[in-house]
């Protein structure tokens, strides 16, 4: 059963061939039996979830049921789940049973969907190897020496496992589509405000969007129609009708015109991936596609703004965490300020301090202007290098990252390193789009992604070019061959 996708499993529960109870057993199974190698959950809930299949599968009896039902899922461990453990990967969470349900979790839930458990992270997503977090690090299903990427590397790993059939993840910087590259799956970040971040725990509220990290873009399709839509709970939520993204995918691609963004084909780009996704580009051209070069010449401020922008934010949001309301307290405090003090200091980890640091100063009288405000100007002209770009073309495509990843171990020698290999992921935050993450071959076994990324609102085409490039290829359909 863990060999199919979201989409032919729906169709098995539809014909009865299977029950989702018989199918959350089996991952629940897979999840005992093999995260033990790759701690990609922190929290399994395996009696709420077979409580939720029966419900399914009684649902599907009365002729309730919808793509989504009785399927099971996993939740990255930002998403606010109502009693139950919703840690952020921190040891400030650690103890935190959330009294309320995130708008996307409820939505999935909603629609009759089965969590099995939350996933592991970069702390407060944090990183970019899911290796930040107060429960350890999450490894790869494709070398176990290796980092799944972050900071949804549980997600990714458990995806590309087979734990589940699809997960959800978070994106500020390229959190969906980094490890969704580096584990081989698919994963969408929708544009911002696309999907509610009402109950999804901050990092950067003017960068952070949900996401489905799935097997396909057809799964992607299915699970954001679940997820996305108004909600009156976040005021950046963007009040559209949700199209049927699963309808528009057998859509054909001729006429459509591809920008190569020059930038990202440049210094520091490994030649195998180089190879890899140009072998991709020649795929989508046999589709009918026709390809140019486009240049996006703020690229190289992408990552030095969203270094000021994001832990500016962050330094804000983490500031609730403050050892009285909720989350860890430091034993016995002498005072007020020491309670702060030792609480924080305790209860964070390193680079989630590093973040807060950096924000605070950047966003400190005297520094403002030089710092955050500037880099408020840059993201301005990341924005419209991009706006350009799809005055001549339709969509940009280039790799999601510029090598196959990280060692275990090897980032938290050089953290700088670390942050700029998200050189490709990150402008599209500050600009707001739309962007997915497709497998695209292999280098010494490790999954290389190739990235798409679109005009505001475009999922459907984003969508719609991934699973036609998916009929063509096989990439997505791999899988790591200790947890076959
Ligand atoms: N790697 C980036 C960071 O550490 C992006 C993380 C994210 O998208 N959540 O900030």
């Given at each position: 059963m863990h060999k199919q996708t979201l989409a032919e499993l729906s169709r098995a529960l539809s014909s009865g061939a299977i029950s989702s109870v018989a199918l959350t057993e089996h991952f629940l199974a897979r999840i005992q039996k093999y995260d033990p190698l790759l701690n990609s959950l922190i929290t399994t809930t395996a009696e709420q979830a077979l409580s939720q299949a029966k419900m399914a599968d009684e649902r599907r009896k009365q002729g309730k049921a919808t793509a989504l039902t009785g399927i099971p899922i996993v939740h990255k461990d930002l998403f606010c789940t109502q009693g139950v453990r919703t840690s952020c990967a921190s040891k400030m969470l650690d103890n935190f049973i959330s009294p309320y349900e995130s708008t996307v979790t409820q939505k999935l839930a909603d629609a009759g969907m089965v969590m099995l458990g939350k996933t592991n992270m970069d702390e407060f997503a944090m990183g970019s190897t899911s290796e930040t977090s107060f429960y350890g690090p999450t490894k790869n299903p494709w070398d176990l020496e290796h980092v799944p990427g972050g900071s949804s590397g549980g997600s990714a790993a458990a995806v590309a496992a087979r734990l589940a059939p699809i997960a959800t993840g978070s994106d500020t910087g390229g959190s969906i589509r980094q490890p969704a590259s580096l584990c081989g799956i698919t994963g969408l970040k929708p544009t911002y405000g696309r999907i509610s971040r009402f109950g999804m725990i901050a990092f950067a509220s003017s960068l952070d969007q949900g996401g489905p990290m799935a097997q396909t873009a057809e799964d992607a399709a299915l699970l954001l129609e679940g997820m996305a839509g108004f909600d009156p709970k976040d005021s950046t939520s963007a009040d559209l009708p949700v199209p049927r993204y699963s309808d528009t995918l057998n859509h054909d691609l001729k006429g459509l015109r591809i920008g190569l963004p020059r930038e990202f084909f440049a210094e520091g780009l490994d030649a195998g991936v180089a190879s890899l996704i140009q072998a991709a580009v020649k795929e989508l051209e046999k589709l009918g596609a026709s390809v140019k070069e486009v240049t996006l010449p703020s690229t190289s401020l992408a990552v030095p703004a969203y270094y000021v922008i994001a832990?500016?934010?962050?330094?804000?949001?983490?500031?609730?965490?403050?050892g009285v309301r909720f989350g860890y307290r430091c034993a016995q405090p002498k005072d007020l300020e020491d309670l702060y003090k030792r609480s924080r200091g305790e209860g964070?980890?390193?680079?989630?301090?590093?973040?807060?640091?950096?924000?605070?100063?950047?966003?400190?009288?005297?520094?403002?202007?030089?710092?955050?405000?500037?880099?408020?100007?840059?993201?301005?002209?990341?924005?419209?290098?991009?706006?350009?770009?799809?005055?001549?073309?339709?969509?940009?495509?280039?790799?999601?990252?510029?090598?196959?990843g990280f060692r275990l171990g090897e980032s938290a020698r050089d953290p700088l390193a670390m942050y700029l290999s998200d050189i490709y992921t990150i402008g599209v935050n500050l600009a707001g789009l739309p962007a997915m993450s497709l497998p695209a071959g292999f280098i010494n076994g490790l999954p290389v992604g190739l990235q798409l990324i679109g005009p505001h609102f475009s999922e459907a085409k984003l969508l719609n070019i991934g699973h036609q490039y998916q009929t063509v290829t096989d990439w997505h359909r791999q899988q790591p061959a200790q947890f076959a």
């Open positions: 832990p500016a934010e962050a330094s804000s949001n983490l500031s609730r965490f403050d964070f980890g390193a680079e989630v301090k590093r973040r807060i640091m950096i924000g605070t100063y950047a966003l400190s009288a005297g520094y403002y202007d030089a710092y955050y405000l500037q880099a408020q100007k840059v993201r301005r002209l990341i924005r419209q290098d991009y706006d350009n770009a799809f005055h001549e073309v339709d969509v940009l495509i280039g790799p999601t990252t510029p090598s196959t």
